[in-house]
T-cell receptor
């Protein structure tokens, strides 16, 4: 089975721009979660989608949004980028969420200049 | 905000020694998981222990859970250089499909 695929691997954007990151989960997995990882804050939960519905949400501003498609693929969008948004964005899929182990992609490294 | 908090934040040992990492959490949980992350890559699931279990083994890994103290430990026996990575505990709360939150992690260095 193919693993979780995140594209692109690296991104460089300028303050004020917007960005869209993509995540293809493992086939059959219906839950997709997104995390932001920075050296100082560790992994911060952004949101979780299950069957195209946002089921859980973290404490991030409304500039961070996401969606899930009928094939379980997910995208997250960050508008009006700030320097502090520079981070590794990780996507993880699981069969059902909850107790199911998370399978992570290798992340998208976003740098905002 | 982090639910789990790992201790120590960094650990350096010689190959062949055992490594112990601890995790404390704040609220009641359904389960606790441990993950490994090699530098700049995604996390890999190691082991899951449910709230009604006290100990679990998987190969060279041993995990304990003490729900009365809200703490868990991960023991890696006979460590290898390839075990060099960051280790995270993750918790899912009570009540159905709750979000999984991670600690800051323990950075383990195994010196050959």
């Amino acid at each position: 089975k193919a693993g979780v695929t995140q594209t692109p691997r690296y991104l460089i954007k300028t303050r004020g721009q917007q960005v869209t990151l993509s995540c293809s989960p493992i086939s059959g997995h219906r839950s997709v979660s997104w995390y932001q990882q920075t050296p100082g804050q560790g992994l911060q939960f952004l949101f979780e989608y299950f069957s195209e519905t946002q089921r859980n949400k973290g404490n991030f501003p409304g500039r961070f949004s996401g969606r899930q498609f009928s094939n379980s693929r997910s995208e997250m969008n960050v508008s009006t980028l700030e320097l502090g948004d520079s981070a590794l964005y990780l996507c993880a899929s699981s069969l059902t969420g909850g107790d199911s182990p998370l399978h992570f992609g290798n992340g998208t490294r976003l740098t905002v200049t | 905000s982090q639910q789990g908090e790992e201790d120590p934040q960094a650990l350096s040992i010689q190959e062949g020694e055992n490594a112990t990492m601890n995790c404390s959490y704040k609220t009641s949980i359904n389960n606790l998981q441990w993950y490994r992350q090699n530098s700049g890559r995604g996390l890999v699931h190691l082991i899951l222990i449910r709230s009604n279990e006290r100990e679990k083994h998987s190969g060279r890994l041993r995990v304990t859970l003490d729900t009365s103290k809200k703490s868990s430990s991960l023991l890696i026996t006979a460590s290898r250089a390839a075990d060099t990575a960051s280790y995270f505990c993750a918790t899912g709360g009570l009540g159905g499909y709750q979000k999984v939150t991670f600690g800051i992690g323990t950075k383990l260095q195994v010196i050959p």
